[in-house]
């Protein structure tokens, strides 16, 4: 957990994602003002269709135009909704790939490191059990090799700097 928060690709994956998530809630946003705006369109025009002052063809010709723009206030509303559900499947998809990438690195510096150090095995300590304990009871803190991945991972990326 602390080397996936901590390595550089994890950061830069996490802004893409974010970056990615606010095209998608500002084009969202858009459709939702449009649908609003076409809400109120209907409402006028239905109000119209029922103005008494107005003549006998100018109510049914608003009528025609409260229907039309019903029409249009429901395909607006279902578009939105599609958006916002092909882009939750989206995010998921992105979401995933990008920590599969991360995982992927880190894995093979957990395996390099080891190999390097001498270790048979490797234990992930941060996870949890049911209940919330961790699952390795014991371990030596001086064959915690966290840093040194973390170090390792983002050598790179401190050269670069």
């Given at each position: 957990?602390?080397?996936?928060?901590?390595?550089?690709?994890?950061?830069?994956?996490?802004?893409?994602?974010?970056?990615?998530?606010?095209?998608?809630r500002n084009?969202?946003?858009?459709?939702?003002?449009?649908?609003?705006?076409?809400?109120?369109?209907?409402?006028?025009?239905?109000?119209?269709?029922?103005?008494?002052?107005?003549?006998?063809?100018?109510?049914?010709?608003?009528?025609?135009?409260?229907?039309?723009?019903?029409?249009?206030?429901?395909?607006?509303?279902?578009?939105?909704?599609?958006?916002?559900?092909?882009?939750?499947v989206d995010?998921?998809?992105?979401?995933?790939?990008?920590?599969?990438?991360?995982?992927?690195?880190?894995?093979?510096?957990?395996?390099?490191?080891?190999?390097?150090?001498?270790?048979?095995?490797?234990?992930?300590?941060?996870?949890?059990?049911?209940?919330?304990?961790?699952?390795?009871?014991?371990?030596?803190?001086?064959?915690?090799?966290?840093?040194?991945?973390?170090?390792?991972?983002?050598?790179?990326?401190?050269?670069?700097?």
């Amino acid at each position: 957990e602390r080397i996936f928060r901590e390595y550089y690709k994890s950061k830069i994956a996490e802004e893409l994602i974010k970056q990615q998530a606010q095209v998608y809630r500002n084009y969202l946003s858009r459709l939702e003002s449009e649908h609003k705006q076409l809400v109120e369109k209907a409402r006028k025009t239905r109000a119209d269709a029922q103005n008494l002052a107005l003549s006998a063809a100018e109510r049914q010709k608003a009528e025609e135009e409260a229907v039309a723009a019903a029409r249009a206030v429901s395909a607006k509303k279902a578009e939105a909704e599609l958006y916002a559900r092909e882009r939750a499947v989206d995010m998921r998809a992105l979401q995933s790939k990008k920590r599969a990438e991360v995982l992927k690195d880190i894995q093979a510096q957990i395996a390099r490191s080891a190999a390097v150090l001498g270790y048979g095995f490797v234990l992930d300590y941060s996870g949890r059990t049911t209940n919330d304990r961790s699952s390795v009871l014991l371990y030596p803190p001086q064959r915690d090799f966290t840093n040194h991945v973390i170090s390792e991972l983002n050598r790179n990326q401190m050269k670069k700097k």
